[in-house]
């Protein structure tokens, strides 16, 4: 057995002693399902309520990518900008990190107000929640080109746009991808704290409507699934990532020395 194999039955083995810990513990302090329901009433819940939250998991699943989508195209846009430009990055980053540190269930209202309630706060609440991790990193991978490579081209005679997408983009790809692992998931917040603000469907919504009703397990079955659609995401670009810049990860068996 290598040792990735053993890694991972280790870390799976790890992850079940967890909610196996979570059961017992419920057990033996009697813990009411009203405070903190045990794995295995949440995986009843799932299992037993699954047509009704199935919709509601769509449209949150639809909302997240749709969002998610958006803010890669406008945080990369705006990365090569600010990574290329002295006078973009001394103008558009403060704003940047202005408007980040606005917390985005002050703007959702903002986006009710200007497009009602339903999908499109949903949808804009993802998108400005995965811009700036977008654009930080993307920005960052620019401005760490090597500075020889890039006078190699000019010395070839490259136009900028030719050194920006031969050098510049592809060295920007280790930053780019844990950009958008770390946005996968914020994509996700943004889009339930929309959906438990102004929606009517989402499991952000759903969970509100069984918080108000002390349906707790439900809550915790809204969660189990977030959690599930933030892996699955993360999971997809972490293989994507292992397979455009595998060039950029050092070998495990890497031990330097001469």
């Not at 890694?7 to 979570?22: E, M, Y």
């Not at 403060?94 to 200007?114: D, E």
């Not at 892996?231 to 292992?242: K, R």
Request: proline letters at 5%; charged letters at 10%; glycine letters at 8%.
């Amino acid at each position: 057995m290598n040792e990735t194999v053993r890694r991972q039955i280790l870390s799976i083995v790890c992850i079940l002693g967890f909610f196996v810990a979570w059961e017992v513990l419920c057990l033996i302090f009697n813990v009411s399902d009203i405070v903190l329901p045990r794995p295995s009433q949440i995986l009843v819940t799932l299992w037993t309520r699954f047509p009704a939250i199935w919709p509601h998991a769509v449209q949150t699943l639809y909302t997240t990518l749709v969002g998610f989508a958006l803010g890669i195209a406008i945080g990369v846009l705006l990365g090569i900008l600010i990574g290329s430009s002295r006078l973009a990055y001394d103008v558009a980053y403060p704003l940047l990190v202005g408007f980040s540190s606005i917390p985005k269930v002050a703007v959702v209202p903002i986006f009710v107000l200007w497009f009602g309630a339903g999908t499109v706060p949903a949808v804009l609440t993802a998108m400005i929640m995965c811009i700036f991790p977008i654009v930080v990193n993307v920005a960052t991978g620019l401005a760490a080109t090597e500075p020889e490579l890039q006078d190699v081209m000019r010395t070839l005679r490259a136009t900028k746009w030719e050194i920006l997408w031969n050098i510049g983009l592809p060295r920007t790809m280790p930053y780019f991808f844990a950009s958008l692992k770390v946005a996968a998931t914020l994509a996700f917040v943004g889009a339930v704290i929309s959906e438990t603000v102004a929606s009517n469907r989402g499991i952000g919504n759903l969970m509100m409507i069984a918080s108000s009703s002390f349906d707790v397990p439900l809550v915790f079955a809204g969660l189990f699934i977030l959690a599930i659609l933030g892996v699955a995401l993360y999971a997809g670009f972490s293989l994507i990532e292992g397979r455009v810049t595998g060039w950029a990860v050092r070998s495990e068996n890497f031990t330097g020395g001469g």
